[in-house]
């Protein structure tokens, strides 16, 4: 899988990890950090509302996010569009802000203080987008239970929800809280979209900085199943690579034929032949030529058929064919082909033919 048409959840991966790589390298996660008691209810900080959903606080928090964005966030923003998607976000984030906020006020007395999972809101948020738009491709059991291919990831929002309870647990609720609350028709919000002054302005200057978005290359060239790296192995591979190079490419094209010098410098013991491809070997077995090309009949033209054929209409053709090629098969063949002339021997003899067309109709 690539970032291919998922240029805002490349955008959210790059984002998160900068921030909290520049949290930990100069030591100001401290900034990142929301408690209700002293930061909101003494020092009236309301900034940490937003600050704290843009760094994660440890590594293993933005380890699993990444996991998640990538395998999850990539599926739902080719589903809504980039378009839809940033606007998704934006409106999750603004949601998870107002409940993160009323939790603080309604709950701090029983020990939710504060939150320090920095944006999984918006990731728990995805998370249910996911689960409700994209369906199983397949489905396992593990001693009896039934999982499918989309059971890991559940399994890592479960592990982010565990972390540090109660704060954490509260976090992912808040999170599939606001994206049930996307999907419904409360307020119209999945309708809102972003600015398109904003939209330009990330077109051209932010989206160059996210880097490509092509999906990677494939090789067309297929390599055995069993394929490993040891020495026998490598020696095979290299002879491998070498006879698919070396191969002959079969195409469509028609293979144009050898005109009369070309014929006559190969019988008179020039270079040999190139050996004919499979293709063409299939073709001549299915069309009768090889047939023909054994006994050292010579295939008549095209012209030569149609010129008989007009004179006598009520012929078939492959009546047409076997009085041109009468001649030759009464005895001249290609190998006694030393000293005269190929023009002479196989021209055309379109009055021979016509005269023993005459003959079997009298």
Known sequence: MSFENAAVTKGLMVTFALTSLVAGIFDIKHYFHLQFVPHISRHHQYWRLVSHHIAFPNSSDIFIAEILLYNVGVHIERQFGSIKYASFAFVSLLVAIVLEFMSLVLFYRVGLNHFALGPSALVFSILYQYSRIVPPTYTYRIFGVPLTNKSPYYFLGMQIALSRLPSSAVVALIGILTGQIYRSDLANLNTYRLPPSLINFSTHFIGP?????????????????????????????????????????????????????????????????????????WVDEFTGRADRANTGLRVPTESEINHITSMFPSLDREVVIGALQRRQASGIYPSVLTKCSINTLFSPNIEAAVETLLTSQT
């Open 209 to 281: 900085l996210i880097g490509s978005l092509r999906p990677p290359r494939r090789s067309n060239r297929a390599l055995p199943d069993n394929f490993s790296h040891n020495a026998a192995t490598a020696a095979a591979a290299r002879a491998l690579s070498e006879t698919m190079q070396n191969e002959e490419v079969i195409t469509t094209a028609r293979t144009p034929r050898p005109g009369p010098a070309t014929r006559t410098r190969d019988n008179m013991g020039g270079e040999e032949p190139a050996a004919p491809s499979v293709m063409r070997e």
